[in-house]
């Protein structure tokens, strides 16, 4: 597998259709070497302020998709 170190610069929408949910960001990615000390896996790095960005827009996309659910679906 290859890792990757990806750096969330800013972002842009976020949308859901069809169960998945889609995020437009500015990010540079750049090919991380693998490390000995477990399992390969790429790292996102981001700002607090990116961060809760993130947060409110996820926020806010799950609870489209839940007011879409019927209350058995919850």
Do not use: C, F, W
């Not at 170190?5 to 990615?29: F, N, W």
């Not at 790095?45 to 679906?73: C, F, H, I, P, T």
Request: no cysteine; hydrophobic share 35%; proline share 4%.
């Amino acid at each position: 597998m290859k890792t990757h170190s990806i750096e969330l610069q800013r972002i842009k929408s976020m949308s859901q259709s069809h169960g998945m949910l889609r995020a437009r960001v500015d990010a540079l990615v750049q090919p991380q070497p693998a490390r000995d000390d477990g399992e390969p896996s790429s790292v996102l790095s981001l700002s607090v302020e990116n961060a809760r960005v993130l947060y409110l827009l996820l926020k806010q996309q799950l609870a489209e998709v839940d007011a879409k659910k019927g209350r058995s679906q919850r």
